[in-house]
């Protein structure tokens, strides 16, 4: 969420970033209605403080001015109100308005639609080829014995699957290879709950713009919503607290499950589990100093490289053009593994800055040594996301006899095991 005052001061900027990441808003709208809401407030100050006059009054006046005095009296509480109802439902109005608002972008962020905008801005490892007609995920996890698709369609839907076997024992392998890595930079492991309440929804930026991909838990009871990314819980660690200059920043790394309806992606990636409602994620989360922000911001990208090139996975670092960005970040960098069969790279990691834009509508401050207060900023990546790593990892490492060689870094937590072979 943004500042009132900042978009009230930099209409252009807001506007421009509204717009530039695709995301219809009204500043127009929301202007004047800080006006009407600063106008009426005025009014509703001056009538508190005559009706606080008036009754200090009342004690030194003769019976007759005291009937007097009362009748004002009753007359300005009925006025003041009727006034304070009116701004209150004016705040409320412009609440609601402010929320859709997104941050605006860097301005060295590349300008664009979608991800067809970004920009490579650095490689690892050239595209990996083969001598045979490689197999893409859905056939190496059948032949392996390792992915169930069909019984997954069955049992729960589309964009379902089941893990099997050695791929159970990588997805557990890649869980300590990733979490060793990314302890050792000093992020505190977490595991969160994995469902939430509205506020933290609205807290992190995924209420209201992205309502329509959170699952929802018995709305007319519990009226929880299943987290679409450990992001959500880790953000509400700190919910309406002021911390202390000295501790930040404060980084944790999360694992959980993660949910996500794909509304928007129909007719995409329909087969394997590039695209799934399901999976398993380690998310970083860093509350930073925002002096020091972009610093963070570049320690989250290098962890991300280190893990994705300790996989020796073939990939290109992009950064995120305005278009694609989102509500909440304001510059992005992803990671994109290659993807042999389908012979292009795919996202695979994401690390943002969200500025204050979290910290505002969660109410997460610190504290300076002169005792002022400032809002934190926020910051987030991608660890591992398993079923996009399965997918770069299984085409990526394949060979001519069906068999996947498993990347060194995680053979010591499967007992030392190679390769996974056709069953």
């Not at 509350?287 to 020091?292: E, G, I, L």
């Given at each position: 969420?943004?500042?009132?005052?900042?978009?009230?001061?930099?209409?252009m900027?807001?506007?421009?970033?509204?717009?530039?990441?695709?995301?219809?808003?009204?500043?127009?709208?929301?202007?004047t209605?800080?006006?009407?809401?600063?106008?009426?407030?005025?009014?509703?100050?001056?009538?508190?403080?005559?009706?606080?006059?008036v009754?200090?009054?009342?004690?030194?006046?003769?019976?007759?001015?005291?009937?007097?005095?009362?009748?004002?009296?009753?007359?300005?509480?009925?006025?003041?109100?009727m006034?304070?109802?009116?701004?209150e439902?004016l705040?409320?109005?412009l609440?609601?308005?402010?929320?859709?608002?997104?941050?605006?972008?860097?301005?060295?962020?590349?300008?664009?639609?979608?991800?067809?905008?970004?920009?490579?801005?650095?490689?690892?490892?050239?595209?990996?080829?083969?001598?045979f007609k490689?197999?893409?995920?859905?056939?190496?996890?059948?032949?392996?014995?390792?992915?169930?698709?069909?019984?997954?369609?069955?049992?729960?839907?589309a964009?379902?699957?089941?893990?099997?076997?050695?791929?159970?024992?990588?997805?557990?392998?890649?869980?300590?290879?990733?979490?060793?890595?990314?302890?050792?930079?000093?992020?505190?492991?977490?595991?969160?709950?994995?469902?939430?309440?509205?506020?933290?929804?609205?807290?992190?930026?995924?209420f209201?713009?992205?309502?329509?991909?959170?699952?929802?838990?018995?709305?007319e009871d519990?009226?929880?919503?299943?987290?679409?990314?450990?992001?959500?819980?880790l953000?509400?660690?700190?919910?309406?607290?002021?911390?202390?200059?000295?501790?930040l920043?404060?980084?944790?790394?999360?694992?959980?499950?993660?949910?996500?309806?794909?509304?928007?992606?129909?007719?995409?990636?329909t087969?394997?589990?590039?695209?799934?409602?399901?999976?398993d994620?380690?998310?970083?989360?860093t509350?930073?100093?925002?002096?020091?922000a972009?610093?963070?911001?570049?320690?989250?990208?290098?962890?991300?490289?280190e893990?994705?090139?300790?996989?020796e996975?073939?990939y290109?670092?992009?950064?995120?053009?305005?278009?694609?960005?989102?509500?909440?970040?304001a510059?992005?960098?992803?990671?994109?593994?290659?993807?042999?069969?389908?012979?292009?790279?795919?996202?695979i990691?994401?690390?943002s800055?969200t500025?204050?834009?979290?910290?505002?509508?969660s109410?997460?401050?610190?504290?300076?040594?002169?005792?002022s207060?400032?809002?934190?900023?926020?910051?987030n990546?991608?660890?591992?996301?398993?079923?996009?790593?399965f997918?770069?990892?299984?085409?990526?490492?394949?060979?001519?006899?069906?068999?996947?060689?498993?990347?060194?870094?995680?053979?010591?937590?499967?007992?030392?095991?190679?390769?996974?072979e056709?069953?």
């Open positions: 969420m943004l500042d009132i005052k900042f978009i009230v001061e930099n209409k900027l807001v506007q421009q970033g509204a717009e530039k990441k695709n995301i219809p808003v009204d500043i127009d709208k929301i202007i209605l800080d006006g009407e809401r600063r106008a009426l407030l005025t009014e509703v100050e001056s009538l508190r403080a005559k009706q606080n006059s009754s200090k009054e009342i004690p030194q006046k003769s019976d007759k001015e005291k009937e007097v005095l009362l009748e004002e009296m009753r007359t300005l509480k009925e006025k003041l109100q006034k304070e109802q009116a701004l439902d705040q409320e109005e609440d609601v308005l402010v929320l859709d608002v997104p941050n605006p972008p860097f301005t060295d962020v590349p300008d664009g639609k979608g991800d067809e905008d970004n920009v490579v801005t650095d490689t690892f490892l050239k595209p990996t080829t083969f001598d490689p197999k893409d995920h859905i056939q190496l996890g059948k032949q392996l014995d390792i992915l169930e698709l069909e019984k997954a369609a069955e049992t729960s839907g964009r379902f699957y089941y893990v099997k076997n050695d791929l159970v024992l990588m997805e557990f392998a890649l869980i300590q290879y990733a979490l060793s890595t990314i302890t050792a930079k000093g992020f505190n492991p977490i595991l969160p709950p994995a469902l939430v309440r509205e506020k933290a929804m609205v807290g992190t930026g995924f209201p713009a992205d309502k329509n991909e959170i699952y929802s838990v018995n709305p519990d009226n929880l919503f299943l987290i679409g990314t450990a992001e959500v819980p953000c509400m660690l700190h919910y309406d607290e002021i911390l202390e200059e000295k501790d920043p404060l980084r944790y790394v999360g694992f959980s499950p993660c949910f996500r309806r794909e509304a928007g992606s129909y007719g995409k990636d087969a394997g589990i590039i695209r799934v409602h399901q999976f994620k380690i998310e970083m989360f509350f930073a100093h925002p002096k020091r972009k610093e963070e911001h570049q320690r989250i990208i290098d962890v991300e490289e893990i994705v090139q300790g996989l996975i073939p290109q670092k992009v950064q995120v053009c305005s278009g694609d960005l989102g509500a909440p970040a510059q992005k960098f992803d990671l994109e593994a290659w993807i042999p069969t389908q012979e292009k790279y795919r996202e990691t994401s690390c800055n500025t204050d834009f979290q910290s505002r509508r109410k997460i401050r610190f504290k300076d040594a002169e005792g207060k400032h809002y934190v900023y926020t910051l990546g991608t660890g591992i996301a398993m079923p996009r790593m997918v770069a990892i299984l085409e990526n490492n394949q060979n001519k006899d069906g068999s996947v060689t498993i990347p060194e870094v995680l053979r010591p937590y499967m007992g030392g095991k190679v390769t996974i056709p069953q």
